[in-house]
């Protein structure tokens, strides 16, 4: 019994000290190492899941197809465009890559086509409107004729906002695989297809506009 006593003491000092540091714990659990209180929420009240981001409002869709664009045929999966030749004005060889990173609306013509003598009038005005460092009407003539020939029509049409692209070979016909005059493709930055629309249109049309500017600011 004479043992007993001093262990019993130094038992509930012991239990004393653990005591105080529990307290010591817990407080600085709820106020945070500053003193600020920073108590957790219950799990119930955590902020819910972020939810995926739905798809940009400007992707071009079917739905573009309206109005003076109403014959315009949208690639879901975009294949990539032909890798066409051909020559500008200066009889440089040009092909498409030459304006990777760009927006292109490429425009198959011919001097004898009547519906394209029509339609160039509209396509230099969404050039006037859209022509840039990210965008251009490519309007290549398949007139065996010529520069000269190509550059007479665009004279008589009071379309001389357009460069003048030639292939008087017309493969670019076949490769583009144009079922007739005019045809025209648009093409994304990566060189990818977005859609072709074979015959004439307004390419001046608020229609041609908002599917213009769809392309050109929609994301890489």
Do not use: H
Request: hydrophobic share 45%.
């Amino acid at each position: 019994m004479i043992g007993t006593a001093p262990l019993s003491g130094s038992l509930k000092v012991l239990s004393v000290l653990l005591g105080v540091v529990a307290c010591v714990g817990v407080i600085y659990l709820v106020s945070g190492p500053k003193g600020n209180p920073q108590i957790a929420p219950p799990a119930e009240m955590e902020a819910p899941a972020q939810e995926a981001p739905s798809p940009a409002a400007n992707t071009i869709t079917r739905a573009v197809a309206k109005g003076a664009m109403s014959a315009f045929v949208v690639k879901p999966e975009r294949p990539g465009a032909a890798e066409i030749q051909f020559f500008d004005g200066e009889g440089k060889p040009r092909s498409l890559a030459d304006w990777r990173g760009q927006v292109v609306l490429l425009n198959l013509w011919a001097s004898w086509c009547g519906p394209c003598r029509t339609e160039m009038p509209s396509l230099a005005a969404l050039q006037r409107r859209f022509g840039s460092k990210d965008f251009e009407v490519v309007a290549i003539s398949v007139d065996r004729g010529g520069a000269k020939v190509a550059a007479q029509f665009l004279e008589e049409t009071q379309s001389r906002l357009l460069r003048l692209y030639v292939d008087a070979s017309g493969k670019a016909i076949e490769n583009v695989r144009a079922l007739g005059l005019p045809a025209t493709v648009l093409i994304d930055r990566q060189g990818r297809e977005i859609g072709r629309l074979l015959g004439p249109a307004d390419w001046s049309s608020a229609e041609a506009f908002q599917l213009i500017n769809l392309a050109v600011n929609e994301a890489s």
